[in-house]
């Protein structure tokens, strides 16, 4: 019994054509990019591109979708968690921070995306749902008494976040610092402030 035969030209698959596809969005913007600077990038035809996707538009929801389902799986994980909404808060976030440095290309297309497209405004949407989980955390975290009741929920949330997603303009990974070290380093801050 022989394998099926597989689609495209060997050395490119699915998975590799959305690492050079995401790439090049987040140098050129998804607007900027066009197939035939994909397949100029990959060596192949836009043809053999076609045999993976149907279209750029393709590329981009398979791309922001690697970045939400990341963030997605976090909150379903820390939804299933028991305990107070501060410590899963806490969870939320240092998971969020292990996706994004996990799928940063991803999560940096995602954070960039502006609603022009049908596939843009659905990611936004996404976004937007993640964000009132975050938020509905925080509201039940300062209803327990974790959080400081004298700041709006929404905006704790989207402060917390803030600090989170701004980690795609600087965070590069490299030796001698792990995921889980700059992980530790946003919830300490978040959590326990500046104040020693």
């Known amino acids: ?31 900027g990019t066009s197939m035939e600077d994909l397949s100029r990038k990959l060596g192949i035809t836009k043809s053999a591109i076609y045999h993976h996707v149907r279209s750029k538009e393709e590329l981009l929801r398979l791309s922001v979708d690697r970045a939400l389902d990341g963030l997605f799986e976090v909150a379903a994980e820390t939804a299933r968690l028991d305990g107070r909404a501060i410590d899963r808060l806490e969870h939320l976030v240092r998971g969020s921070v292990l996706v994004l440095a996990d799928r940063l290309p991803f999560v940096t297309l995602l954070l960039r995306v502006r609603g022009n497209t049908r596939v843009e405004r659905a990611a936004l949407a996404r976004r937007r749902e993640f964000d009132l989980v975050v938020t509905e955390l925080v509201g039940l975290a300062e209803t327990e008494g974790d959080v400081r009741a004298d700041v709006d929920p929404a905006v704790a949330a989207r402060l917390l976040f803030g600090t989170v997603n701004s980690l795609i303009e600087w965070y590069r990974p490299r030796r001698g610092s792990s995921p889980a070290e700059l992980a530790d380093a946003v919830c300490k801050m978040a959590f326990d402030g500046l104040r020693s």
């Open 1 to 31: 019994m022989t394998a099926p035969a597989r689609r495209g030209r060997p050395g490119y698959d699915l998975e590799s054509l959305l690492q050079v596809a995401v790439k090049l969005f987040n140098e050129r913007g998804y607007d």
